[in-house]
């Protein structure tokens, strides 16, 4: 769950995803903290926005695009891997983003320079990514979805290393689409090509 009490997910009423907020209960089945409601909302402000409260708070509007957070995409600063071998990005080289009043959909624009990049989006979270740029098996895209879709896709990332070359960049941005301060720090990582270790042929023994 994120600070609001929500996240996105997917349900048979919303097979292509939705943010919800969930309810706390205890053992007994009565309310607990942090409840339902609380003093901050995920998304944006409509036309019937509160103007003036009463009680013990104040509302705090999360997405506000002239107070916009830009997004930040975190991931390895290196690795490496061998000529024409598959690196796969999990583990400590999982590529995510963040962003703590995320916008219901947000973008992230891939790029390397040599080599290709593939997700896999058939599956979960991630199968509710669209790609708005390039395409799988390229050396660029651009993914579009909600933050919890996007590191699921992210998840699944993997490269495929050319035949030759000694490095190569992988690039990753993220925007928000708000009006200011969308776009996130980029994120360098640097791929080392490294030779394929030479095969060795012949008689294991002899006379």
Do not use: C, W
């Not at 939705?18 to 009565?30: E, Q």
């Not at 993914?143 to 490095?167: E, F, K, R």
């Amino acid at each position: 769950m994120d600070q609001y009490n929500g996240r996105f997910t997917v349900t048979p009423e919303f097979p292509n995803g939705v943010y919800a907020y969930f309810a706390t209960i205890a053992s007994d089945g009565s309310p607990a903290y942090p409840y339902l409601v609380g003093r901050q909302y995920y998304g944006t402000v409509n036309s019937g926005k509160v103007s003036t409260t009463t009680g013990d708070g104040a509302v705090s509007v999360v997405f506000d695009v002239s107070t916009n957070t830009a997004p930040a995409v975190s991931g390895p600063a290196s690795v490496s891997v061998a000529h024409t071998n598959t690196l796969i990005f999990t583990g400590s080289n999982l590529i995510s983003v963040t962003d703590v009043d995320a916008a219901a959909s947000e973008t992230l624009a891939l790029a390397v320079g040599s080599g290709t990049l593939n997700l896999t989006l058939t599956s979960g979270l991630a199968s509710g990514v669209s790609i708005i740029g390039g395409a799988n098996g390229s050396s660029s895209l651009t993914l579009s979805g909600g933050l919890s879709q996007l590191n699921a896709a992210m998840a699944t990332l993997s490269y495929a290393a050319p035949i030759s070359g000694t490095s190569s960049i992988l690039t990753v941005q993220a925007n928000d689409g708000s009006a200011s301060n969308n776009l996130s720090n980029t994120l360098g990582t640097t791929i080392t090509l490294t030779n394929l270790a030479p095969t060795v042929s012949g008689p294991t023994s002899a006379a």
